[in-house]
T-cell receptor, first 115, second 116 residues
Framework: GAVVSQHPSWVICKSGTSVKIECRSLDFQATTMFWYRQFPKQSLMLMATSNEGSKATYEQGVEKDKFLINHASLTLSTLTVTSAHPEDSSFYIC???????????FGPGTRLTVT | AQKVTQAQTEISVVEKEDVTLDCVYETRDTTYYLFWYKQPPSGELVFLIRRNSFDEQNEISGRYSWNFQKSTSSFNFTITASQVVDSAVYFCALTLMDTGRRALTFGSGTRLQVQP
């Protein structure tokens, strides 16, 4: 079946550096992908909607200049956390809707730790 | 805006007990989908079920069953004869059928611990 992958699965970086997370749809095309963030023992919160060929749409309270999203192809969306700080440490999960279907295919998530 | 409420933060049961996880949702739309996901310690979400707003039939899958009641805006999940492997965080979620807004709105999750 359809699969969404994420890379890396975990990353540790120093405060002030930038980190890029990739989300790929492996056997289907996704004009839209979603990025969620999950802090420890909390729920998944939608950060932004990634749109192929156009600007991402950010949820209220999410800094678009800090969380850069690029959806350059129909199978790849990237999330770059710029100038990361310890409070950005979280579990980042991407998803893509199935073609003509309901719901989402979720990636396995990326655990980011900023020291 | 949509809202999903899972009032039970954490539930602890002993193996073989039955357990019900509650989910209440709010939406002004009449067409929507409801979901349940399991999140084990690895973090990867495991899809359990999808139900559309037109179909109020209850569903059973092995030890799992779901009770959807539009009258009370609830979509509860029951695990029969729980097992240690059922220990995880369970999320209820909702999305509208409107294809322009397909992201999921998640509840806060219920952490289930099944003791041996």
């Amino acid at each position: 079946g359809a699969v969404v992958s994420q890379h890396p699965s975990w990353v540790i970086c120093k405060s002030g550096t930038s980190v890029k997370i990739e989300c790929r749809s492996l056997d289907f095309q996704a004009t839209t992908m979603f990025w969620y963030r999950q802090f420890p023992k909390q729920s998944l919160m939608l950060m932004a909607t990634s749109n192929e060929g156009s600007k991402a749409t950010y949820e209220q309270g999410v800094e678009k200049d800090k969380f850069l999203i690029n959806h350059a192809s129909l199978t790849l969306s990237t999330l770059t956390v710029t100038s990361a700080h310890p409070e950005d440490s979280s579990f980042y999960i991407c998803s893509a809707p199935p073609v003509g279907g309901a719901g989402q295919y979720f990636g396995p998530g990326t655990r980011l730790t900023v020291t | 805006a949509q809202k999903v409420t899972q009032a039970q933060t954490e539930i602890s049961v002993v193996e073989k007990e039955d357990v019900t996880l509650d989910c209440v949702y709010e939406t002004r739309d009449t067409t929507y989908y409801l979901f349940w996901y399991k999140q084990p310690p690895s973090g990867e979400l495991v899809f359990l079920i999808r139900r559309n707003s037109f179909d109020e039939q209850n569903e059973i899958s092995g030890r799992y069953s779901w009770n959807f009641q539009k009258s009370t805006s609830s979509f509860n999940f029951t695990i029969t004869a729980s097992q240690v492997v059922d220990s995880a965080v369970y999320f209820c979620a909702l999305t509208l059928m409107d294809t322009g807004r397909r992201a999921l709105t998640f509840g806060s999750g219920t952490r289930l611990q099944v003791q041996p």
